[in-house]
């Protein structure tokens, strides 16, 4: 399973050629976001000026691609990554720590166009679509 970060969703929704070609062409079932994305997309599609337009572009957009839940074992993984990240100083966003740990208790890698910050994360895959 690959998940993707809601930078990535954003760059789809605005018709980035690369990440659209990626994402059209993933097997059924291999690419998902987590809930933490649903709420970030959530939240910036109610600030939007056209929040019933900006619905529809993400429910026609994303209505190929499961959502995974924020459940305990992610809750529990997030919690491991922030005490690691904490003790070597390298503390990042407390949503993307969320992300992180849906996407470390499945095991699955994580595409991003923020890979600076997921790179830190001990045991997480991370993926950047715009450099590959």
């Not at 994303?62 to 491991?80: C, G, N, T, Y």
Request: proline residues 5%.
């Amino acid at each position: 399973m690959t998940l993707l970060d809601t930078n990535v969703i954003v760059h789809y929704l605005k018709g980035d050629p690369g990440i659209v070609s990626r994402i059209r062409h993933a097997s059924r079932g291999e690419l998902a976001i987590p809930a933490i994305v649903v709420y970030e997309l959530e939240y910036g599609m109610l600030r939007s000026k056209f929040p019933s337009r900006r619905r529809c572009e993400l429910e026609e957009g994303l209505k190929h691609i499961q959502h995974v839940p924020f459940d305990s074992d992610a809750a529990m993984a997030a919690a491991s990554i922030r005490v690691e990240l904490e003790k070597r100083g390298m503390l990042i966003g407390p949503l993307d720590l969320l992300i992180a740990g849906t996407a470390v208790s499945r095991g699955a890698a994580l595409v991003t166009n923020n890979a600076a910050e997921f790179s830190r994360i001990p045991g997480l895959r991370v993926m950047d679509w715009r450099s590959a």
